[in-house]
C-alpha cells in the first residue's frame, strides 16, 4: 500500500481543507510543535482504510475524529498497491444530539492513468469501479492490502507509544501475523480441499462399486442366452407376417361389407327422411286467392291517385296563393295607413295649435324681458347719477360737462339695485322656459309631419300593390277557395297513401306466398337430390303437390327392395367376421407361446412382434454395454481409491500443528536474523536478537558478556532501537517470505516519534539506515518527530503548525 495523497475536512484538528501529496515522495518527515497534528496525518491514512486510529485505544471509535465545533467532515486517500489505484473516502456527520456517524464510506478502483498530481477531487472521479460501499469499505481494504487493521499498525504504521507491540507480542499473536503476511493462510485451503478430494475420491470409489453392483447380467451365459431367444423371435416374426397377409385380406373383404351395409342404411335413413311439408295442399290457393286480392287493391289506388291529381289540377286553377295572399295583405295594411293618416292629420292640426300658443307666450315673456332690463338700466343710471352729485364741489368743474358747478343739485334716494337684478333674472327663466316649450311643440309638429310623410308614402306602395286586384272581398273570396282546395287535396293524398298500403301489404302477401311456392318447389327438388342417386324418377313441377305425391310413392317401393338386400348382406358379413376372428386368436396363440401379449388388429399384432424382437436385440445390446461398463467400473473404483489415499497423505502432512509451525518458526527466524544485523549496528554492536524455545525473541547483551535476556527488561531507547530494528527487517524481508497479498502492501513503513530517545550516534546510523530504506524507491517511508538532526536529513518535509483556526501544514523540499 502506496499513498498518493491524503485529503482531510474537518479532521480531529484540521478544520480547512488539507492535501498532502504524496505521489512523488519516498521519503518524507513530519515536524512541528507537540500538539500541532503532525501525528493526525498518519491517523488520517489509517482512518480512512480501516474507520479507526490507533491512538484512540478502540477500534470503531469515531467521535473523535470529526472536530469539535463542526458538523461534518471527510478524510479521503488515494493510494497504489499491486498495480492498481484505489480511492477511499468517509464522510461523518453530527446529529442534533451531538452523536458522530459516519454518512459515507465507499472504496473504488480509479484509473492509474489519471495525473497524480491532480486534485483529489479528479482523482476519485477517475473511477473504474465500485469495489465496496458502508461497512464492507474496511473489509474490502483488508482483502486488498492483505492486513487486518491489527497488523496494519504493527508492520505499516508504528504509532506513537507502541514501537513495541510486535517486539514483545506473544508467540501466537505474532505467528497470526505472519501467517498472514505469508499467506500461509492458503495452505490451510490446500488441506481443506484436500480433505474434501479425499471424501469425493471415496465417494466416487464407492459410487463406481454400487453402479458395478447393479449390473445383474453382465456375464456370458447372460449374452448367449439373449442371442438365443433374439434368434427364435426372428423365425416367429416371419410366420406371423404370412397369417397377418392372410388376415389383412379378410380385413378387407369385411370393410368393404360393411362399407356395403352402411351405404344401405343411409340409403334407407335417406329415403325414410322423405316427407311432404304441411302447407303443400293449400299453397296453391291461397296464392290464387292473395294475387286477386293484390290485383284490386292496386287498382284502388290507382283511381285515389287520380282524384288527388284532380284536386291538384283544381288548385292550379285557383291561382297563385302567395300573391293573392300579399294582395289581402296589401288591402289590410292600406285600411290601416289610411286610418293612421286621418289620426295623424288631427294631431298635427292640434300641434300646430299648441306650437302658436307657445310662440306667443314666448313674445310675451320676452318683451317683459326687455321692460325689465330697462328698469334696471334706469336704477343703475340713479346710482351712478347720485354717486356723482355725492363728489361734486361748488365752484369746481362738472366731471361730466366740464362746467363749473354753482349750485348742488338735490339729493333722492335710488331704487334698490338688487329688486331689479332679481327682477330681470326672472324674466330671463320665464322667457327661456316660453323659448323651450316653443321649440319641443316645433319638434313635436315636425316629427308628426314626418310621419305623416312616410305614412302617405307607405299608402301609395300599398296602392301600388292591390291595383292587380282592387277588390279585397274577391281577393278573400279567392283564398278561401283555394284553402278549400289544399284541403281536399290533403284527404286525396291520405286515401292514396291508405290505398297504397292497402296493396302493398296484399301484394306483400302475395309475394310471400310466391316465395313459399318457390321454397316449395326448392325443397322438392332438395329432397330428390337426396334420392337422385338411388334413381328417383323425374317430377312435374307445375303441380307442386302431384309432384311430391309421386315422390313419395316410388319412396315406398324402393325402400322395400333395399330393406331385402340389406338382410342378404347382413348374413354375409357374419360369416366373414367369425373367420377373420378364429386367424386372429390362431396368431395371438403362437405369440402367447413366446411369451408376447397381444391381440386386435393385424397392425397390433405385428407391432408387438416387432416390439418383442426390437426389445430382444436391445436386450442383447445391453448385455453387451452392461459388461464393457463393468469393466471400466472396475478400473474406476482402483483409479478413486488410489487418488483418496493420495489426497489423505496431503492432509496429514498440512495440519496446523505441524506445516503452520515451521513456517512460521522459519519466518521468524530470518526476520530476527536480519533485524539482528540492524539492531547490532544501531547499537553499535551491544544487542543483538534471537529466538528462544518457545519462539519468544530475546536480546542477546555484549556488554554483559553475551547475556540472554527477555527484550521487556530494554530501557526506553534501547527498546526504540530493537523495535525499530524489527520493524524494519519486517518491511524490507516480507517481500522474500512467499508472494502472497502482503508482499503487495508492504511497500509503505510509517514511524512516528520515539527518536527523542537515541543518542547522536545512533540517530545518524538510524538516519543512515531509514534512508537506504528509502533509497531503493519501491518504499516510501515517513516519519514523525521533533528532533531537528534528524528532520533536516529527510529530503520532503512537511512543517505542521496549529493556530485558533486549527492546524496547518506546508511541503518544503530540501
Not at 283511381?303 to 294582395?327: M, Q
Not at 316629427?447 to 296602392?463: H, P, S, Y
Amino acid at each position: 500500500m502506496r499513498p498518493l495523497c491524503v485529503h482531510m475536512e474537518n479532521f480531529c484538528s484540521y478544520r480547512a481543507p488539507t492535501t498532502v501529496r504524496l505521489a512523488d515522495v519516498d521519503y518524507f518527515v513530519l515536524v512541528g510543535p507537540t500538539g500541532s497534528g503532525k501525528s493526525t496525518v498518519i491517523d488520517a491514512v489509517c482512518f480512512a482504510l480501516y474507520g479507526s486510529v490507533p491512538r484512540w485505544a478502540k477500534e470503531n471509535v469515531i467521535k473523535l475524529a470529526l472536530a469539535p465545533s463542526a458538523n461534518a467532515g471527510k478524510v479521503a486517500l488515494v493510494f497504489e498497491t499491486a498495480g492498481r489505484r484505489y480511492g477511499v473516502v468517509r464522510s461523518l456527520a453530527r446529529s442534533a444530539r451531538g452523536a458522530v456517524t459516519t454518512r459515507e464510506a465507499r472504496l473504488d478502483e480509479l484509473d492509474p492513468a489519471a495525473d497524480p498530481a491532480l486534485g483529489v477531487e479528479e482523482l476519485l472521479a477517475a473511477q473504474v469501479r465500485s469495489i465496496a460501499a458502508g461497512e464492507r469499505v474496511t473489509e474490502a481494504v483488508e482483502r486488498i492490502t492483505g492486513l487486518e487493521y491489527r497488523f496494519f499498525t504493527q508492520c505499516v504504521v508504528l504509532p506513537q507509544g507502541r514501537f513495541a507491540d510486535f517486539l514483545q507480542a506473544e508467540p501466537r499473536k505474532r505467528q497470526d501475523l505472519l501467517v498472514q503476511l505469508l499467506d500461509a493462510g492458503k495452505f490451510e485451503l490446500v488441506k481443506q480441499r484436500a480433505g474434501e478430494e479425499e471424501k469425493a475420491a471415496e465417494a466416487r470409489a464407492a459410487a463406481a462399486e454400487a453402479q458395478l453392483g447393479k449390473l445383474t447380467e453382465a456375464d456370458e451365459a447372460a449374452e448367449t442366452e439373449a442371442a438365443r431367444h433374439l434368434d427364435r423371435l426372428g423365425a416367429l416374426t416371419e410366420r406371423v407376417r404370412s397369417a397377418l397377409d392372410d388376415l389383412q385380406r379378410t380385413d378387407a373383404e369385411v370393410r368393404e361389407r360393411e362399407a356395403e351395409a352402411d351405404e344401405g342404411e343411409r340409403a334407407l335413413a335417406a329415403l325414410a327422411a322423405l316427407a311432404m311439408p304441411e302447407d303443400v295442399p293449400t299453397l296453391a290457393d291461397d296464392l290464387r286467392a292473395a294475387s286477386d286480392e293484390a290485383e284490386r287493391l292496386a287498382r284502388e289506388a290507382a283511381r285515389c291517385e287520380e282524384r288527388e291529381s284532380a284536386a291538384h289540377d283544381r288548385l292550379a286553377r285557383l291561382g297563385d296563393k302567395t300573391v293573392l295572399d300579399l294582395a289581402g295583405r296589401a288591402h289590410r295594411d292600406h285600411a290601416r295607413i289610411s286610418a293612421e293618416i286621418e289620426d295623424v292629420q288631427g294631431e298635427i292640426a292640434e300641434a300646430r295649435g299648441v306650437l302658436a300658443e307657445a310662440e306667443a307666450d314666448a313674445e310675451a315673456a320676452r318683451a317683459s324681458l326687455r321692460q325689465a332690463e330697462d328698469e334696471r338700466q334706469r336704477v343703475r343710471d340713479e346710482h351712478a347719477a347720485a354717486g356723482l352729485a355725492a363728489r361734486l364741489v361748488v365752484g369746481e368743474p362738472c366731471p361730466v360737462c366740464l362746467t363749473e358747478v354753482a349750485r348742488l343739485p338735490e339729493r333722492h334716494v335710488p331704487s334698490r339695485m338688487s329688486e331689479a337684478d332679481r327682477a330681470v333674472d326672472d324674466r330671463r327663466a320665464e322667457f327661456e322656459a316660453a323659448q323651450r316649450a316653443a321649440h319641443a311643440a316645433g319638434q313635436a309638429l315636425s316629427g308628426l309631419e314626418a310621419r305623416l310623410d312616410t305614412l302617405r308614402q307607405n299608402l301609395d306602395e300599398q296602392a301600388e300593390r292591390i291595383r292587380a286586384h282592387p277588390d279585397p272581398e274577391d281577393v278573400e273570396r279567392r283564398l278561401a277557395d283555394i284553402r278549400a282546395a289544399e284541403q281536399d287535396i290533403v284527404h286525396a293524398r291520405r286515401e292514396v297513401a291508405a290505398a297504397r298500403a292497402d296493396a302493398a301489404k296484399a301484394a306483400g302477401r302475395r309475394d310471400e306466398l310466391s316465395g313459399d311456392a318457390a321454397r316449395g318447389l326448392a325443397r322438392l327438388d332438395e329432397a330428390r337430390d337426396t334420392v337422385v342417386a338411388l334413381g328417383a324418377p323425374p317430377l312435374d313441377r307445375a303441380d307442386l303437390h302431384a309432384a311430391w305425391t309421386a315422390l313419395l310413392a316410388w319412396r315406398d317401393r324402393e325402400a322395400a327392395a333395399r330393406r331385402e338386400a340389406a338382410e342378404a348382406l347382413r348374413r354375409d358379413l357374419e360369416g366373414l367376421r367369425d373367420r377373420r376372428a378364429r386367424a386372429r386368436q390362431a396368431i395371438a396363440a403362437e405369440l402367447a407361446e413366446h411369451g408376447i401379449a397381444a391381440s386386435g388388429a393385424p397392425d397390433s399384432l405385428w407391432e408387438a412382434v416387432l416390439n418383442a424382437r426390437n426389445q430382444a436385440e436391445h436386450r442383447l445390446e445391453r448385455i453387451r454395454r452392461d459388461r464393457r461398463m463393468a469393466a471400466e467400473l472396475v478400473r474406476d473404483a482402483r483409479r478413486h481409491r488410489a487418488e483418496a489415499a493420495v489426497a489423505h497423505e496431503l492432509t496429514v502432512r498440512l495440519r496446523a500443528d505441524n506445516f503452520e509451525n515451521w513456517l512460521c518458526g522459519e519466518a521468524l527466524e530470518l526476520l530476527v536474523m536480519g533485524a539482528s544485523e540492524t539492531l547490532r549496528e544501531l547499537s553499535d554492536g551491544q544487542f543483538e536478537l534471537a529466538l528462544d524455545g518457545r519462539n519468544s525473541i530475546e536480546v542477546i547483551d555484549y556488554a554483559e558478556a553475551g547475556l540472554r535476556r527477555s527484550v521487556r527488561t530494554l530501557s526506553g531507547g534501547e527498546t526504540f532501537q530493537a523495535s525499530l530494528a524489527l520493524a524494519l527487517a519486517l518491511s524490507d524481508q516480507v517481500a522474500r517470505f512467499g508472494g502472497g497479498a502482503a508482499a503487495r502492501s508492504l511497500d509503505s513503513i510509517f514511524l512516528d516519534e520515539g527518536f527523542g530517545t537515541l543518542d547522536p550516534v545512533t540517530l545518524d546510523t538510524v538516519a543512515a539506515t531509514l534512508e537506504r530504506l528509502a533509497s531503493g524507491g519501491d518504499r516510501m517511508v515517513g516519519i514523525v518527530t521533533h528532533v531537528p538532526a534528524l528532520a533536516e536529513r529527510v529530503p520532503v518535509r512537511f512543517d505542521v503548525r496549529r493556530d485558533a483556526t486549527g492546524s496547518h501544514l506546508e511541503r518544503r523540499t530540501a
